[in-house]
C-alpha cells in the first residue's frame, strides 16, 4: 500500500472520522465501566461491519542503530493501515498515553492516531487526535 505521506489527506480525515462514529456507536451500546479488551474487540467488530479493514494488536518493533528490536509493543488497532487507534479505559488521559500514541507513530511512519478513552460518560471528552509527520494536512 502507499505511504501515508501519498495518501490523501481527504481520505485519512474519513477514516478517523469512521473511527471516532464506529467508538461512538461502540460506547453507546456498551457504556463505560469494561475491560478495555471487549472494546478492542467491539469496535474492530463495527469497523469491519461498516466495510474497513482492521488489524488488531499489531507488533510494533523499534529500530535501534539499524536493528529491529521486537519488544512487545502493539498497536489496539490500525485501520485501513492508515489510522492507529489506542484504547483506552482509564479515570483520564494524562501525557504519558498522549506519548505513547505519539511514538507509536513515529515508529509505524504513520500519520494519524486517535486515543479513545471509553471509560467517561461522554465518548466524545475522552476522544483526543493526534498527527505526526510534517507533511500532514491539520
Request: hydrophobic residues 45%; aromatic residues 6%.
Amino acid at each position: 500500500m502507499a505511504s501515508p505521506s501519498l495518501v490523501p489527506a481527504s481520505r485519512i480525515n474519513q477514516v478517523s472520522g469512521a473511527v471516532v462514529s464506529a467508538a461512538m456507536r461502540v460506547h453507546s451500546l456498551l457504556g463505560p465501566g469494561l475491560l478495555e479488551s471487549a472494546y478492542d474487540a467491539c469496535l474492530a467488530r463495527e469497523l469491519r461491519n461498516r466495510g474497513f479493514r482492521v488489524d488488531t494488536q499489531v507488533g510494533l518493533p523499534v529500530v535501534y542503530d539499524g536493528e529491529k528490536l521486537d519488544l512487545g509493543y502493539r498497536v489496539d488497532l490500525l485501520v485501513e493501515n492508515l489510522v492507529i487507534v489506542e484504547i483506552k479505559c482509564v479515570e483520564a488521559i494524562h501525557p504519558v498515553h498522549e506519548a505513547q500514541l505519539l511514538s507509536y507513530l513515529r515508529l509505524s511512519g504513520k500519520n494519524v492516531g486517535l486515543l479513545i478513552n471509553f471509560h467517561v460518560a461522554r465518548l466524545k471528552d475522552g476522544i483526543k487526535r493526534m498527527v505526526d509527520g510534517r507533511d500532514w494536512e491539520r
